[in-house]
């Protein structure tokens, strides 16, 4: 998009005070007024001529300006905050047919239904809700191009971590099992208003074309849920109540999750369905 296609914008800091807004703690906002930072977020989810985007928690709609200017083919963005959406929708008025707003809470909604392919979610997202968030989405991950999201710095770290250290858990598995996940940048407290008192970090996450390992996805996560909840004990403890010997696929059961790789949970996995399957056929034949 040529930059004679941009309407003149007021300052947000206007938008702001025109309507009355202000972060609300209670649902985790905390306002990007800079617009340098906001196109280093935006550039940061790649090239989006012709991509639809969903933005989650626009607020005022700081992020959603620097969407809009980057070329996206239309952007969706679900906003709870009701104080809000009057200031979103006269966004929306200068560029027609581009800019869509939803009342809702995004927990309770799935992006994917929301626009068409090719989709990606490009967000700053409310930090008290960012990881269920993650997690429902990659449920369904095959379903985007990419994830652009600005969360808090220790949720970047997991989600990014690798096995050996104390932050490697659910989170770690169950994005890298399904994606690329790289960090872009950090922003320190004094970017938003108001400062949290954590540093963010914007951190991209790519689907692979397929699963790293085959696995089916509940049993992964009652896998990793098992290992990680018990992570100070070895494995042949903390999967005792699944039933599962990793010695029996090669894995040293005084091992600890932390120290698996995503291969290896794939693993464990695979051995969960097998012994499913074996136990569903024994009680099939019991029945007949």
Request: hydrophobic share 40%.
């Amino acid at each position: 998009m040529n930059s004679g296609d941009n309407p003149h914008l007021p300052p947000l800091r206007e938008i702001i005070s025109k309507h009355g807004l202000s972060a609300d703690k209670r649902l985790g906002q905390h306002f990007l007024l800079d617009s340098n930072v906001t196109d280093r977020i935006a550039q940061a989810a790649g090239l989006l001529d012709g991509i639809n985007v969903v933005e989650i928690g626009p607020g005022p709609g700081g992020l959603t300006r620097s969407l809009l200017r980057s070329g996206a083919r239309r952007i969706v963005a679900v906003e709870r905050d009701r104080r809000c959406i009057e200031a979103l929708n006269e966004l929306g008025a200068l560029f027609p047919g581009r800019l869509d707003i939803i009342e809702g809470d995004a927990l309770e909604l799935d992006p994917a239904d929301l626009v068409g392919e090719p989709r990606r979610i490009v967000a700053n997202l409310p930090y008290n809700i960012s990881v269920p968030l993650i997690l429902g989405w990659l449920r369904r991950a095959d379903r985007y191009d990419g994830f652009t999201l600005m969360v808090q710095k220790e949720v970047a770290d997991r989600l990014s971590a690798t096995p050996g250290g104390k932050i490697y858990g659910r989170l770690s598995v169950m994005a890298q099992w399904l994606c690329d996940v790289r960090q872009a940048f950090s922003l320190s407290p004094r970017a938003f208003v108001p400062p949290p008192k954590v540093t963010s970090t914007v951190v991209v996450m790519t689907p692979l074309p397929h699963p790293r390992a085959e696995a089916d996805r509940h049993l992964l996560e009652t896998v990793t849920a098992a290992a990680f909840g018990q992570r100070r004990k070895m494995l042949r403890s903390s999967l005792k109540k699944l039933d599962l010997d990793p010695a029996a696929i090669g894995i040293d059961p005084e091992r600890r999750a932390e120290t698996l790789s995503v291969e290896e949970f794939c693993m464990l996995a695979r051995l969960l369905a097998t012994k499913a399957n074996a136990a569903a056929g024994f009680s099939n034949r019991s029945a007949g």
